[in-house]
């Protein structure tokens, strides 16, 4: 079984400051992690991933995720938000299963304040 | 054209029609998905599909019912749906199905049931 929770609904931040979205996971075989974001009215966008490899792990846009096993957590953070950064994001756990079954947290709408 | 196409982009159906949502995928990939993304839910994978063939059906309601012609299109063939099916409808591929590549997504089909 598998499962992911990402710790708060809505994230605020003002523009320049630093993203941190929480995410912490369940699974019973070593997982692989991703994080995506979802703008508006669109599908949902790659972020970055954890494959095993590396455990800290940069994306597009400036976002980068760190893989902790011991705290079974991938949070994503930023160093500087910028507006654009305002969308929904998702992480998700694939937990060795087949056919890229992906199990996703909630959703985190970050909000960016000028 | 690139990527995962999903149409109609918006659907607007009565209980007692049927419609189809369709999606094409010019990646190349041998997996396919469909996802319900309802508000305030998590994603919930519906249906996959692997070299044409159904791996997955999440206790779907029949109402429901995928059809994958070949590795490159994918449909979501709908009747008698209910209200609570409103929703948006996102398609998704990926390469091998294995659960360390990542899954690409259209843009979705944000359905309505009247």
């Known amino acids: 079984a598998q499962s992911v929770t990402q710790l708060g609904s809505h994230v605020s931040v003002s523009e320049g400051a630093l993203v941190l979205l929480r995410c912490n996971y369940s699974?019973?075989?070593?997982?692989?992690l991703f994080w995506y974001v979802q703008y508006p009215n669109q599908g949902l966008q790659l972020l970055l991933k954890?494959?095993?490899?590396?455990?800290l792990v940069k994306g597009i846009n400036g976002f980068e995720a760190e893989f902790k096993k011991s705290e079974t957590s991938f949070h994503l953070t930023k160093p500087s938000a910028h507006m654009s950064d305002a969308a929904e994001y998702f992480c998700?756990?694939?937990?060795?299963?087949?056919?890229?079954?992906?199990?996703f947290g909630q959703g985190t709408i970050l909000t960016v304040h000028p | 054209e690139t990527g995962v196409t999903q149409t109609p982009r918006h659907l607007v159906m009565g209980m007692t029609n049927k419609k189809s949502l369709k999606c094409e995928q010019h990646?190349?990939?041998?997996?396919m998905y469909w996802y319900k993304q309802s508000a305030k839910k998590p994603l919930e994978l519906m249906f996959v599909?692997?070299?044409?063939?159904?791996?997955e059906n999440n206790s779907v309601p029949s109402r429901f019912s995928p059809e994958c012609p070949n590795s490159s299109h994918l449909f979501l063939h709908l009747h008698t749906l209910q209200p609570e099916d409103s929703a948006l409808y996102l398609c998704?591929?990926?390469?091998?199905?294995?659960?360390?590549?990542?899954?690409?997504f259209g843009q979705g089909t944000r359905l309505t049931v009247v």
């Open positions: 998704a591929s990926s390469q091998d199905g294995q659960g360390r590549t990542e899954a690409f």
């Open positions: 990646l190349g990939h041998n997996a």
């Open positions: 699974s019973s075989v070593p997982p692989y």
């Open positions: 954890y494959t095993s490899a590396a455990t």
């Open positions: 599909y692997s070299l044409e063939e159904r791996v």
């Open positions: 998700a756990v694939n937990g060795g299963t087949s056919y890229g079954k992906l199990t």
